[in-house]
């Protein structure tokens, strides 16, 4: 069963709260330490924890908390944890919807609290499913990021697979973030949006680069790379839509070593927009995709943008956004040329394929993978 990890911000927990978690998370800390080093660490039952402090501790956490440890040791991984969070198994951290608010439940220092969580509307239709019981609830982690306690809850859900053949090739690019095409019917992403935005950034932090001001230029690459983020979540999960409504089965991609190669200078590939910023887009298409029960094929980046549907294949034939084939005079828009080239998989399928394997979740974007199931721990690891 494919994974997701919704990670979900506590909302305006009050001072009281906040010390309250990041105490648990100290003691827990320490206690994962002292574990580490215990002789019966394999023996440990959440009894052991009354050894380790007469504080009282919820059993969940210190359960989760062995199994997690023990794991880690097997692996020889961890010689000492600097944050250990606390997790909860499936059985310990509830989701409810209260009005228009949703809210999650689980164990702390003085009792069982329910506190809600800022959700977006994505979030909230996967909070439904767990609701309705559509989807299956993994284990959870409270974690501090950038200053803001979260909570990462893994969702496991089916898939049903599509008996549509149909196949869609989409051609990520610079002029036109994505295009897609399937059968007769096309579909173009413009991205100049993206270009600007990223242009602007750019000069700004150039001129922020002259004056040294090193955390200013952190601080704006963040919030660059969550716009792009977005974008590019918003980006695909059109296409995926296309894709349904369309009736595509499979959907065929570029391998994104061929990008580079493509980008008609290193400025315009640089500068304009980076290479992360079209794997992330692929990873993203590539999950939505698998999600929705569409296959996901990768076709070698080469010559898709050279050949002509005669089959004629020669670099003159595309110039820029011009694709004129040199021996039919056949024209074409020549990203379109592009996605359909990809769609027939012109040029064969990629030998290995990124990390992208169906069922496999990619690593970076929302949908971290977790834990597989329920009562899998997450990759909480050395923080
Ligand atoms: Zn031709």
């Not at 893994?154 to 549509?164: I, L, N, Q, T, Y």
């Not at 074409?332 to 027939?344: E, P, R, T, V």
């Not at 990619?362 to 329920?374: A, E, F, S």
Request: charged residues 25%; proline residues 3%.
């Amino acid at each position: 069963m494919p994974t997701i990890t919704l990670r979900l911000e506590l909302h305006n927990p009050t001072k009281a709260k906040q010390e309250m978690y990041e105490r648990m998370t100290e003691w827990n800390t320490e206690f994962a330490n002292w574990l580490l080093h215990h002789p019966e660490l394999n023996k440990a039952t959440s009894k052991i924890f009354k050894d380790f402090s007469s504080q009282k501790f919820p059993s969940a956490i210190v359960n989760q908390t062995i199994r997690e440890v023990k794991s880690q040791k097997k692996k020889q991984k961890a010689k000492k944890f600097r944050t250990f969070w606390c997790c909860f198994n499936n059985q310990n951290i509830k989701v409810e919807k209260k009005g228009a608010f949703y809210t999650v439940s689980f164990p702390t220092l003085e009792k069982r609290i329910g506190v809600p969580v800022v959700t977006r509307p994505y979030q909230e239709a996967w909070l439904d499913r767990l609701i309705h019981g559509t989807a299956k609830q993994g284990a959870a982690k409270l974690y501090k990021k950038r200053k803001k306690w979260c909570l990462a809850i893994a969702v496991a859900f089916e898939v049903k697979p599509r008996h549509e053949t149909k196949v869609m090739g989409v051609d990520v690019g610079l002029r036109y973030i994505a295009v897609a095409s399937v059968g007769t019917k096309s579909w173009f992403f413009k991205g100049s949006q993206c270009a600007f935005v990223r242009r602007r950034y750019a000069a700004l932090r150039r001129t922020l680069g002259q004056a040294k001001k090193l955390h200013m230029i952190r601080k704006i690459g963040d919030k660059e790379s969550r716009w792009m983020k977005d974008m590019n979540h918003k980006i695909s999960r059109q296409i995926v839509r296309f894709a349904l409504a369309n009736g595509v089965g499979v959907i065929r991609m570029e391998d994104l070593a061929g990008i580079r190669k493509r980008a008609a200078s290193a400025k315009e590939a640089g500068r304009n927009l980076h290479s992360w910023a079209f794997h992330q887009l692929q990873t993203m298409i590539a999950y939505k995709a698998e999600m929705a029960g569409i296959r996901v094929e990768w076709v070698n980046p080469t010559y898709t943008s050279q050949t002509c549907r005669c089959g004629h294949r020669e670099k003159a034939n595309r110039n820029g956004i011009h694709f004129r084939c040199q021996k039919c005079g056949y024209t074409i828009h020549a990203d379109l040329n592009g996605a359909i080239n990809i769609a027939k998989a012109i040029s064969g399928f990629a030998a290995q394929p990124s990390a992208l394997v169906t069922g496999a979740p990619p690593i970076g974007v929302h949908l971290n993978p977790m834990g597989r199931g329920d009562g899998t721990l997450l990759n909480l690891g050395v923080v």
